[in-house]
C-alpha cells in the first residue's frame, strides 16, 4: 500500500506517472507533486495511472485542484487510464466529461 | 451463526488501505467477481475514508466497521463518532458531483458509494456520530462488471 510518483517532461507535456494506491493516505504525495510542478512554471500536466491499482475520491479531488490550478494559467491536466475500475470512477462522479482521458502517454502526448 | 468481520480503527489515513485489502479478501471468500471486489473495496474505502474525516475533531475515537457475508452479498455498517451529520452539507456534496465549477477538493466519498450502491443509508446519532449502512452485491456471471 504505497505510491510511486515520478515526474518527466516529454514535449509540452509535464508527465506525472503514478504507481500504486491513490487514497486519504498517499493522495498528498499526488497534491505535492502537482504543486511543485504548478510553481516551477508548468501548466501542462498529463498524469499516467495506468499502473495505478486503486483510486478513490480523495484523489479524484486532488486531481480537480490541480486542474483549477492549471486552469488558471491556461494549462491543461489530462489523464492516461486503461483499468475498468479506475474509470469507473471517473464516470460514477462525471469527472470523465471534465477531464480528456487517454489509453496511453503517447497517444496523449501525439495527440 | 453470525458470519461477519469486525474492525475497529483509530481514525488514522494510514489504516484505511488496511481495512480496504481485509474488504477484498472477504470478497474474494464470498466469490465475488474482480469488479465486485473492486466496488466493495471502493466503498468500504470512501465509507472509513468519510467517518475519519468527519471525526477530524475528535481524532481519539475509534471508527468501528461490520461487514457481514451473506450469499452473493456483503453488507457494510460503519459507524463514527464524529459531529451530528448535517444532511445538507451530504445533499450539497451530492449535488457537487456532476457542478463543472470544480468547486470541490474534497467530501465526495458518500456520493461515489451512492453511486455503487442502492441501498446507502445514513442514520444520525442522537448525540453525534452516524452509521454508514450499504450492500454491496456481486455481479451475475457473465455480466459486465463494468
Redesign the interface.
Known amino acids: 500500500m504505497d505510491l510511486e510518483v515520478d515526474t518527466e517532461q516529454r514535449d509540452r507535456w509535464s508527465v506525472i506517472s503514478l504507481r500504486g494506491e491513490i487514497d486519504v493516505y498517499t493522495a498528498p504525495r499526488l497534491r505535492q507533486a502537482l504543486i511543485d510542478l504548478i510553481e516551477g512554471g508548468k501548466s501542462d500536466i498529463l498524469v499516467d495511472m495506468s499502473r495505478v491499482d486503486f483510486l478513490d475520491s480523495t484523489g479524484l479531488g486532488v486531481l480537480v485542484g490541480g486542474l483549477k490550478r492549471v486552469k488558471a494559467k491556461d494549462g491543461s491536466l489530462e489523464i492516461v487510464a486503461t483499468q475498468d475500475k479506475i474509470l469507473k470512477i471517473f464516470e460514477i462522479t462525471g469527472l470523465s466529461k471534465v477531464f480528456p482521458i487517454h489509453d496511453s502517454v503517447e497517444t496523449a502526448v501525439s495527440a | 451463526m453470525p458470519d461477519t468481520v469486525q474492525i475497529a480503527l483509530s481514525p488514522r489515513?494510514?489504516f484505511?488501505?488496511?481495512v480496504?485489502?481485509v474488504l477484498g479478501a472477504l470478497g474474494r471468500l464470498a466469490e465475488f467477481d474482480a469488479?465486485s471486489v473492486?466496488d466493495l473495496?471502493?466503498a468500504v474505502?470512501?465509507a472509513v475514508?468519510n467517518a475519519?474525516?468527519r471525526g477530524a475533531q475528535d481524532a481519539t475515537a475509534d471508527v468501528r466497521l461490520v461487514a457481514t457475508r451473506e450469499p452473493g452479498a456483503v453488507t457494510i455498517e460503519v459507524v463514527d463518532a464524529g459531529p451530528v451529520f448535517d444532511p445538507q452539507a451530504a445533499a450539497a456534496a451530492q449535488d457537487s458531483?456532476?457542478s463543472?465549477e470544480?468547486s470541490?477538493?474534497?467530501?465526495?466519498?458518500l456520493?461515489?458509494v451512492r453511486?455503487?450502491v442502492e441501498d446507502l443509508e445514513l442514520v444520525p446519532g442522537e448525540d453525534e456520530g452516524l452509521t454508514v449502512r450499504f450492500t454491496v452485491t456481486a455481479e451475475r456471471a457473465g455480466t459486465d462488471?463494468?
Not at chain 2, 470541490?104 to 466519498?109: M, P, T, V
Open positions: 489515513p494510514e484505511v488501505g488496511a480496504r485489502h469488479g473492486e473495496k471502493l474505502s470512501e475514508t475519519i474525516t458531483v456532476t463543472q470544480f470541490f477538493e474534497a467530501g465526495l466519498s456520493p461515489v453511486g455503487l462488471a463494468l
